[in-house]
């Protein structure tokens, strides 16, 4: 059962979101189309590596698994994990694993979650820390939702690295993104080698 509390800031925290959601949208827009280039090019880099460490392991690819880490946003950061697998998927016993980070976003959701702490403690007295982590599984949504946006796109540039067509892969090859070890996206599958 929910105390009032819990009630409260459930509330507060729809009102904050409906408020400031074109503010925030138009902030990460800015961020993406000023910081695009940059972003693309450490996030081709990432993807890269890890092609070339499966090349070099003689790793036949089945699926490019891209996870966005929840967890990740209680550190102020949004990461994700890109794992390659074998057609054994999640039960192969050696996958190739790499983590990126979108540090371009850290400042923004440091500053977001500070202007929520801003915004509920005039009517909230002493918020909790696990209070703010309620705030912040929002912020995960908005996030995650981002990021598949941008991977939907960048797919088509990830398949087309060299080291990607190196790579060893089925002829059936899967790209997915979604939550790690949950329901996920195919963003590309392949049609043949």
Same mark, same amino acid.
């Given at each position: ?5 819990? /009630?409260? &800031? ?13 503010k925030q949208k138009e902030a990460l ?9 940059? *972003? ?9 590596? &890890?092609? &070339? ?11 490019? !698994? ?18 390659? +697998? ?9 996958p190739i694993t790499g983590y990126y ?5 850290? /400042? @923004?959701?440091?500053?977001? !979650? ?9 009517? *909230? ?17 908005? +996030?995650?939702? @981002? ?9 088509? @540039?990830?398949?087309? &690295? ?6 060893e892969k089925t002829e059936d090859l ?5 939550? +790690? @070890? ?5 963003? +590309? ?5």
């Open positions: 059962m929910r105390t009032e509390r819990e /009630k409260l &800031l459930e509330k507060e925290i729809m009102e904050y979101v409906m408020q400031t959601a074109d827009d800015k961020i993406m189309t000023e910081q695009q280039e940059q *972003i693309l090019k450490s996030l081709l880099g990432a993807f890269h590596q &890890l092609f &070339l460490q499966a090349k070099q392991e003689e790793k036949e690819a089945a699926y490019i !698994v891209i996870s966005f880490l929840n967890s990740s946003l209680l550190n102020n950061c949004i990461e994700m994990k890109i794992d390659i +697998y074998d057609r054994d998927f999640y039960f192969d016993k050696a980070q979108f540090h371009c976003f850290e /400042k @923004l959701l440091e500053q977001d !979650v500070e202007a929520f702490r801003n915004y509920i403690e005039k009517k *909230i007295i002493r918020v909790k820390y696990h209070e703010l982590c309620r705030y912040r599984r929002v912020c995960m949504i908005k +996030y995650k939702s @981002l990021i598949e946006s941008c991977m939907a796109v960048y797919v088509e @540039l990830i398949v087309k &690295l060299r080291s990607f067509m190196q790579m899967k790209i997915v993104y979604g939550e +790690y @070890l949950c329901k996920n996206t195919v963003l +590309y599958e392949s049609v043949g080698k």
